[in-house]
Nanobody, 125 residues
Framework: QVQLVESGGGLVQAGDSLRLSCAAS????????LAWFRQAPGKEREFVLRTRAWSSGPSDYADSVKGRFTSSRDNAKNTVYLQMTSLKPEDTALYYCAAKLGLRVGIEVRDYTSWGQGTQVTVSS
């Protein structure tokens, strides 16, 4: 299992950009499908995007972030990034990275076995 630590959250204004990082340790990072989820107050944790094992870029996005968010992974640094642009107040949430060994991994919370502690993103209007 990998251990995950997110960083990079903060308070920004609508329209700003922000990059989150998720550092992994404990196993060969490249073997894991990685995903970003977020959870707003009073709401369930929701899928944001996914990057499959052995891939460099994301393969699936939530409709709400298409065209604004993307992700990249640096296997040499065991780090995955979430690049967020054109941020909106409705993007305010606690953002989590998650990992699961292998290629065939879904986009549900229950599909992932390793989770970070989350990093808060707050977008003011």
């Amino acid at each position: 299992q990998v251990q995950l630590v997110e960083s990079g959250g903060g308070l920004v204004q609508a329209g700003d950009s922000l990059r989150l990082s998720c550092a992994a340790s404990g196993d060969d990072f490249s073997k894991y499908t990685l995903a970003w989820f977020r959870q707003a107050p009073g709401k369930e944790r929701e899928f944001v995007l996914r990057t499959r094992a052995w891939s460099s870029g994301p393969s699936d996005y939530a409709d709400s972030v298409k065209g604004r968010f993307t992700s990249s992974r640096d296997n040499a640094k065991n780090t995955v990034y979430l690049q967020m642009t054109s941020l909106k107040p409705e993007d305010t949430a606690l953002y989590y990275c998650a990992a699961k060994l292998g290629l065939r991994v879904g986009i549900e919370v229950r599909d992932y076995t390793s989770w970070g502690q989350g990093t808060q993103v707050t977008v003011s209007s």
